[in-house]
């Protein structure tokens, strides 16, 4: 019965982390697409200033 139980929270500990590994690359993915939207629209505003 012991043996069950602790396989069981092992079990449960290991998706977790499984989980939390993918929710933090998701997190990091979304991160760098916000990056690279900031840089577009920076790059825009440059080419736009130079018109002036």
Same mark, same amino acid.
């Given at each position: 019965?012991?043996?069950?139980?602790?396989?069981?929270? =092992?079990?449960?500990?290991?998706?977790?982390?499984?989980? =939390? *590994?993918?929710?933090?690359?998701?997190?990091?993915?979304?991160?760098?697409?916000?990056?690279?939207?900031?840089?577009?629209?920076?790059?825009?505003?440059?080419? *736009? =200033?130079?018109?002036?």
């Amino acid at each position: 019965m012991f043996k069950k139980s602790v396989l069981i929270l =092992a079990s449960l500990l290991m998706l977790s982390a499984l989980t =939390a *590994c993918n929710t933090t690359r998701g997190i990091g993915q979304d991160v760098e697409a916000g990056g690279k939207a900031i840089q577009r629209i920076n790059k825009r505003s440059e080419h *736009c =200033a130079t018109w002036r």
